[in-house]
């Protein structure tokens, strides 16, 4: 390690086994405010930050690529994926918590304390004694005072915003990431996975925050100032007075202003109204997929009817997702490097497809318990129709989330998500079902393997000067060609039927 980046050091014991020493931290700063120092200067120039900081007792935020993280992944390359989960859901939690607990009642604080001060509020109650000088006073006093005092508001909500923010993120990673680890991981890797994680959530929540919360905090004061003068001006004289001569010109100037930026605002409005519909009703699609896959199936009978209602939502959602990526919502905005919106969206789609390969797995149950194999062939071939259908459905829903695909972190984001799908499809824990279950999951893990091979590869080509998505597919066919087939293990030698299924239907298409 160079003394200009003070990380602690990492000693490799053996090759499983990456630990970090103590006897270095002295040396590190470990409050929030000396780690967030230089962001909290650059959104708020002049304000001093507060002295207070957070304890941690993580070193300072370093670059993704740090050898921790490359070292850790390179053993335990599935964790890489869990690390993506927690960042981005803990970062919307999080960027969702500071704009309502925050931002928005400092704004709403700021807009009541200005109104007051200006006398604005008096007049309103009481127009009949209100003289028309003074209810312009009023009103110029109001807007003059707002106007000195946002930006300064502005930036003390950022501060407080991102301290906030590193305090919980900190607090929700050390909770989140441990539950995600197999019970008998080593101590060392655990605190490995959540130092890494708390790392990329710090560089997100610094990216995000100071921008988000200084616009959502002019929009809430924007709004809150055009309703308060509404509000007041029916049957008051502060929001519609005679103005003297000596301010007509003033006046005409304010109003070609104003009603020239209100077909702006009414389409920015009626925007944002169409994009929280779609966000409300890819919320709520997910939530009836969340509550369907969630449900415990006693027989087929009960089954059959939680996945065809299964198969529903998830048309239903994938509907609603392909309007958010047509309508441009996952992608970045030039105002916010890391979007909110399209970060609580990622959330949803993540929601959804654990959601679908739990039900995959429990569905593989309940035929074993159930006895499928036992049943009629008719009984057995509705059954099978069903679980297909709802694979197709899950596929689709995989489609269009490969559309996130087009920054860099987006590309990561998708890649880290359908490796996690394939290892799940390619689970060797099928095994352990009877033989015609076993030949279900095979089929059924082939449609999912042969699509995504498919989609990627037509995104790749589509991609233009944009990071190329692409998948390590060799982590599922090593033993294809490698090893003879008689020495293969039943989990590669489920996977080799699996590729076999994926090559006869691509030979049957052509």
Same mark, same amino acid.
């Given at each position: ?63 993704? &690529? ?88 502005? &930036?003390?909500?950022? *501060? ?104 702006? /605002? ?55 997702? /392909? ?29 959804? *497809? ?110 233009? &000067? ?45």
């Amino acid at each position: 390690m160079t003394t200009g980046h003070p990380v602690t050091p990492i000693r490799k014991l053996r090759p499983l086994q990456v630990v970090i020493e103590d006897g270095h931290g002295g040396d590190n700063f470990s409050s929030f405010a000396v780690k967030h120092e230089d962001v909290v200067r650059a959104a708020s120039p002049g304000m001093k930050s507060p002295a207070t900081g957070f304890p941690s007792s993580f070193p300072p935020v370093q670059e993704e &690529n740090d050898e921790l993280s490359e070292a850790v992944f390179k053993l335990h390359p599935k964790l890489k994926a869990v690390v993506e989960f927690v960042v981005g859901s803990v970062t919307t939690d999080i960027c969702e918590h500071v704009m309502t607990h925050v931002v928005t009642p400092r704004a709403d604080e700021l807009i009541d304390h200005c109104a007051s001060e200006s006398g604005l509020l008096s007049m309103g109650r009481s127009p009949a004694v209100v003289g028309d000088e003074a209810a312009l006073a009023a009103r110029a006093s109001f807007q003059m005072m707002l106007t000195s005092k946002t930006r300064h508001e502005a &930036n003390s909500a950022v *501060v407080a915003s991102l301290q906030e923010a590193l305090r919980l993120g900190e607090e929700r990673v050390s909770t989140a990431v441990p539950p995600f680890l197999p019970p008998s991981s080593h101590p060392t890797l655990t605190n490995s996975i959540v130092f890494v994680a708390l790392q990329r959530t710090r560089g997100a929540l610094k990216t995000l925050v100071p921008k988000s919360c200084q616009t959502e905090f002019v929009k809430r004061v924007a709004f809150r100032n055009k309703s308060l003068l509404k509000d007041l001006g029916a049957g008051s004289k502060v929001a519609a007075v005679p103005l003297p001569s000596s301010a007509a010109g003033a006046a005409t100037s304010e109003r070609s202003l104003g009603q020239a930026a209100v077909p702006a /605002n009414n389409q920015e409005d009626a925007q944002r109204r169409e994009e929280d519909q779609r966000y409300r009703e890819v919320r709520r699609c997910s939530g009836e997929i969340f509550k369907n896959a969630s449900s415990k199936c006693p027989n087929l009978v009960t089954w059959e009817h939680q996945a065809t209602s299964l198969s529903r939502c998830l048309a239903e959602f994938t509907s609603s997702l /392909n309007e958010c990526v047509e309508s441009g919502d996952v992608t970045r905005s030039a105002t916010s490097p890391l979007r909110s919106e399209a970060l609580v969206l990622w959330d949803i789609v993540w929601r959804a *497809v654990t959601s679908c390969l739990k039900f995959w797995a429990s569905s593989l149950d309940v035929f074993t318990a159930c006895e499928l194999i036992s049943m009629k062939e008719a009984r057995v071939q509705a059954d099978e129709k069903i679980f297909l259908e709802f694979v197709a459905s899950f596929t689709s829903v995989l489609n269009v989330a490969v559309c996130f695909n087009g920054e860099a972190s987006a590309v990561s984001r998708v890649q880290s998500m359908l490796t996690f799908v394939l290892d799940r499809v390619m689970d060797p824990a099928i095994l352990e079902h009877p033989e015609l279950v076993k030949q279900l999951a095979i089929q059924a893990s082939s449609q999912v393997v042969a699509d995504l091979r498919a989609v990627v590869s037509s995104t790749s080509r589509e991609n233009g &000067n944009q990071r190329r998505l692409e998948l390590d597919w060799d982590r599922w066919t090593q033993s294809r060609n490698s090893v003879p087939k008689t020495a293969l293990s039943p989990e590669a030698q489920f996977r080799l039927d699996v590729w076999d299924a994926v090559a006869s239907a691509a030979t049957t298409a052509a």
